[in-house]
């Protein structure tokens, strides 16, 4: 029989956050630490490690482990407020997380009992879960053509070759989403120091510079049986575990949203000159100016409200999930993440429209909320989330059940 069985590294010992409430206090806490520092670790491309030490000893990690392992089980709109909260202060530190979200509700999904008894307490002990998900020059992103095929002895070799595989730099297992045998999909949890398995820092994006979503090289690796999970299996019924994956990428952007609107505020307030025209002593006081960042801020609380409304409606879906409820969950976060995208990139932009010339200067480092809202709001075309809301409200035709909706 299989044992299940840990990474060679120490157990890292965490907190355990025991209610909603305190959840949100420690992201907060969280987020006022983190900030000072978010323009610098951008600009010098600084690997936020000890922060995420930090993350991890806080205990947040494991909010959303059930009631029956120990674990707080916050409601969806708790976990997107933290992600909301900590995007603000650093959405590459937000982002680094969202995957290890995402695969402890593969195994709330399709985790055997005892599966889910060993990985929530490594959850809980701290230790962080990273992805091996996508991959390049496919046909399209479910093309995924990582194998996973049983090396005669009750266990499983892993082949492939992973992309943007955020998080798995600083994780101690890599979940990796590979067709069996079968061709139906699987998550197998790996050790990030299992043999056969490289992690590459090759991340060159414009934005969110520090989360080295680089390369994972996975050769001949060996996976014992009882660390696979039949994850095909999660979208034969009505699901919300692309509800919760969008959530948070829209509470992201989000949070970036927000960021970018109080730096521009500070900076308009502190470091502008008026336009002459305006016959203003400051530049906050120009009409035109208070005009724009009025504007800027119904967008932002717009977004805001949004995606609090979208939380709400995957956490009455979980309440009773059906083929109905579910659908009408997807609707709103596939909603939320429609406005909520393009408003964090227009917001990126905006900081230099309201700021004038001298906010352009390298050294301020203000572009990077452009580019950090450029590129994580690239992760899936919100287009095509349109179109499903059309669908939806004109002929009341449900979502597609997958794992990006």
């Not at 992309?163 to 890599?174: K, Q, R, S, V």
Request: with cysteine; proline share 5%.
């Amino acid at each position: 029989m299989t044992v299940l069985s840990a990474p060679g590294a120490g157990r890292r010992l965490a907190y355990v956050i025991t209610s909603d409430a305190e959840a949100l206090d420690v992201a907060r806490a969280l987020a006022a630490e983190f900030a000072p520092d978010a323009g610098a670790r951008d600009a010098e491309r600084r690997l936020p490690r000890a922060e995420l030490d930090r993350l991890s000893a806080s205990g947040l990690l494991g909010i959303t482990v059930p009631r029956e392992h120990g674990g707080a089980d916050v409601s969806t709109a708790t976990v997107t407020e933290v992600f909301r909260l900590l995007a603000v202060a650093d959405p590459n530190i937000a982002q680094i997380p969202q995957s290890h979200f995402v695969y402890v509700n593969v195994l709330r999904e399709q985790g055997t009992p005892e599966q889910q008894a060993f990985f929530f307490a490594e959850v809980l002990a701290g230790r962080r879960f990273g992805n091996a998900q996508s991959e390049a020059g496919t046909r399209h992103v479910q093309d995924i053509r990582t194998r996973l095929v049983a090396d005669g002895a009750g266990g499983y070799v892993l082949s492939g070759l992973k992309h943007y595989c955020t998080g798995a730099l600083f994780a101690d297992w890599i979940p990796v989403l590979a067709r069996g045998e079968d061709e139906n999909l699987y998550v197998a949890y790996v050790p990030a120091d299992a043999p056969g398995v490289s992690v590459l820092d090759d991340w060159e994006g414009m934005g969110q510079r520090t989360t080295a979503s680089g390369t994972v090289r996975l050769d001949e690796v060996r996976v014992p049986a009882a660390h696979v999970v039949p994850h095909h299996l999660t979208f034969t019924r009505p699901q919300l575990h692309g509800a919760l994956a969008q959530i948070l990428h829209a509470a992201i952007d989000t949070g970036i949203a927000r960021a970018a609107l109080q730096d521009a505020a500070e900076f308009v307030r502190t470091r502008s000159r008026p336009w002459f025209e305006s016959g203003c002593q400051t530049a906050a006081e120009d009409p035109l100016v208070i005009q724009r960042f009025g504007e800027l801020a119904i967008r932002v609380r717009a977004a805001e409200a949004l995606l609090a409304e979208a939380a709400r409606a995957v956490d009455a879906a979980r309440e009773h999930l059906t083929d109905d409820s579910a659908a009408a969950a997807s609707i709103a976060v596939a909603t939320a993440k429609a406005f909520v995208d393009p408003v964090a990139v227009e917001l990126g932009s905006a900081v230099f429209e309201v700021s004038g010339t001298r906010s352009s200067l390298d050294g301020l480092n203000l572009h990077r909320h452009w580019r950090n809202a450029r590129t994580h709001t690239l992760h899936d075309p919100v287009r095509w989330k349109v179109q499903h809301i059309g669908r939806y409200v004109l002929n009341g035709t449900r979502p597609p059940r997958h794992g990006l909706l």
